[in-house]
């Protein structure tokens, strides 16, 4: 286990470290001069020359990863161009958004995706089947803004239940805060819903034609108890690795829905800074939301290792 | 083809595509009015004679933007898909013929570490760096759709060379290659057409996105993201305008992914039964 353990993480910190380097390479190396994208077209030299000063631009490019490697762990990621704030702080800040959001969005997507996904493998080839696999279709077909805009339309302007966007900040207290995200994680967590629903449906059907379940029935159980205590639980499996990935996926998906509601979250932000052609901004939240998906990857391999001794091997 | 026709959602699929694909081709003729004509004086007009589904806020008609939107949309599905299959096809039949060698090694590892990166992320990624633009987010989409197939693409053709009439063939001298072309190719087909349908769908989806951020398709090039970002801030005048378009989307990856369900289906009559 611990040398499982150790590979994987091992694994992990080598992703990272790649795409830390993929991430400054694009952004800070290739496109030549960063001072000069960020300021435009209409940039003088003499102001472009003062940038490169402002931002150690003229130290050698490796020296440069290297600082913005240590101060990713350090929390000093320099001073953000558009902002005129420490970006560590700015970061600390949205996160207080786009966590609870996705969290939200995550546990909406489970147990929506999961209930009804047992519900249709239980009544498999009916009528109620049949809708929730449809409507699981259109879930997969409508993009998660598309909702979000659906939303705003019904339960904001038509019905006055929700507010449309914006934010008011936890210190407002919890319940305005958390009715500003409530329509936004639906329409983060519906389309993953589906993915789940379907996945639930497909690993439950296969548990229910195992041997274990006949025994089960044989010995006196009824249907609904087999359904519970056999069939969900192992049908589960699957269902809780694509939950894992799906985090990442809800993460990244912020970044567009964010856009939606005005919520300012990590993803607005983001697409804020690329608008704002805040190279020293843009690398450091890009290489966050990547570490979000690369640390839950491995962290979901590692329950799984504990959980089942056999994938100890087979995944590393 | 009696089993084809059978198929329900498979038959949905076929017509809808057909029915999109129709729309995309006849915009290359005919649109009812010039897509890029702004007329303020018609702006934000309501469905009626003149224009079916309305205006936007720039008096442009709604219908003809919706459909060279489509073919916009179709065009990015086509090269994205087209890119993502064809390099992962050669990348993962390579890394199959070669297996466990460091050539498979290296690739596998390489585009493990592109699906690490989610896939919003590493079109943003390319975007930022090759500026905003449909032809950029073409590429943009087709990269990370490399590293899709080329998983698939290994796994299936690592199952083909183990068949005995494989075997055969390389006793009865086949090069490397013409195993690949001849016995390897044909099998591996269906499975990366059922999935070639799947990315289309998902490809509409990601060029809907970025549109909608921004990044994607640039105006007055229009694109159905892009016109709902523009519907939004008039949401309570014309909420129309955001029905419209967010639609097409829906329907266009609803079409595909029953497309590549009713295929999956019927190449593999063994995944029926579920």
């Not at chain 2, 998902?202 to 229009?222: D, H, V, W």
Request: with cysteine.
């Amino acid at each position: 286990m611990v040398r499982f353990l150790i590979k994987r993480l091992a694994a992990m910190g080598l992703t990272l470290f790649f795409a830390a380097l993929v991430v400054f390479g694009v952004l800070e190396v290739l496109p030549g001069d960063p001072a000069a994208t960020m300021l435009g077209l209409s940039a003088t030299p003499d102001t472009i020359a003062a940038l490169r000063l402002e931002l150690g631009l003229d130290a050698p490019p490796l020296a440069r990863f290297w600082g913005w490697v240590v101060g990713f762990f350090s929390g000093n990621l320099g001073i953000s161009y558009t902002y005129r704030v420490a970006v560590g702080g700015l970061i600390a800040e949205r996160m207080a958004v786009t966590l609870p959001l996705a969290l939200m969005a995550l546990a909406l997507a489970a147990s929506l995706g999961i209930a009804l996904g047992a519900l249709a493998a239980a009544k498999a080839n009916t009528r109620i089947d049949a809708l929730v696999m449809g409507l699981a279709q259109l879930g997969l077909a409508i993009p998660n803004f598309w909702f979000g805009i659906l939303f705003v339309l019904l339960f904001s302007i038509t019905l006055g239940w929700f507010p449309s966007g914006g934010f008011p900040g936890w210190r407002e207290g919890l319940f305005p805060a958390i009715q500003a995200l409530v329509l936004p994680a639906f329409a983060l967590a519906l389309p993953q819903s589906a993915v789940l629903a379907r996945i639930t449906r497909s690993s439950m059907l296969e548990t229910l034609s195992e041997d274990y379940i006949r025994t089960a029935r044989a010995k006196g159980l009824t249907r609904g108890q087999t359904l519970r205590r056999h069939a969900l639980r192992n049908a589960l499996v699957p269902v809780l690795t694509m939950l894992g990935l799906q985090f990442s996926y809800l993460v990244a998906g912020t970044i567009i829905v964010e856009n939606v509601f005005a919520l300012p979250g990590l993803g607005r932000l983001l697409v804020q800074a690329i608008g704002g052609h805040d190279l020293i901004l843009i690398k450091s939240l890009v290489l966050f939301f990547v570490a979000a998906a690369v640390i839950t990857n491995a962290l979901v391999d590692i329950a799984y290792g504990f959980a089942d001794p056999r994938l100890r091997v087979a995944r590393t | 083809m009696r089993r084809a026709l059978s198929h329900p959602s498979f038959m949905i699929g076929v017509v809808l595509s057909a029915a999109i694909l129709a729309v995309a081709l006849i915009s290359l003729v005919w649109t009812p009015y010039d897509p890029g004509q702004m007329r303020i004086i018609m702006r934000l007009k309501p469905p009626g004679a003149d224009f079916w589904l309305g205006t936007d806020q720039f008096g442009r008609d709604v219908v003809s933007m919706l459909m060279v939107g489509t073919r916009n949309a179709l065009m990015v599905g086509l090269v994205a898909v087209g890119l993502g299959l064809t390099a992962g096809l050669v990348l993962g039949m390579l890394a199959a013929r070669f297996q466990g060698s460091f050539l498979d090694e290296a690739l596998m590892r390489s585009l493990d570490f592109v699906f690490a990166f989610p896939a919003v992320l590493t079109a943003i990624l390319i975007l930022t760096f090759m500026g905003p633009g449909l032809a950029n987010a073409m590429i943009a989409i087709g990269i990370f759709n490399i590293p899709v197939f080329a998983r698939q693409a290994r796994g299936a053709a690592l199952q083909v060379m183990a068949q005995d009439y494989v075997r055969a063939a390389r006793l009865a001298g086949c090069g490397t290659f013409s195993i690949l072309r001849r016995h390897v190719l044909p099998n591996i087909a269906g499975l990366m057409i059922v999935q070639a349908s799947t990315q289309f769908a998902l490809a509409i989806l990601a060029e809907a996105g970025l549109s909608y951020l921004g990044i994607g398709t640039q105006p007055p090039n229009p694109s159905w993201g892009r016109m709902l970002n523009d519907a939004q801030t008039f949401l309570s005048r014309a909420p129309l305008l955001a029905i419209f378009p967010g639609a097409a989307i829906a329907l266009s990856v609803l079409a595909f992914n029953l497309l590549g369900d009713g295929l999956r289906d019927l190449l593999d009559p063994r995944l029926k039964e579920r």
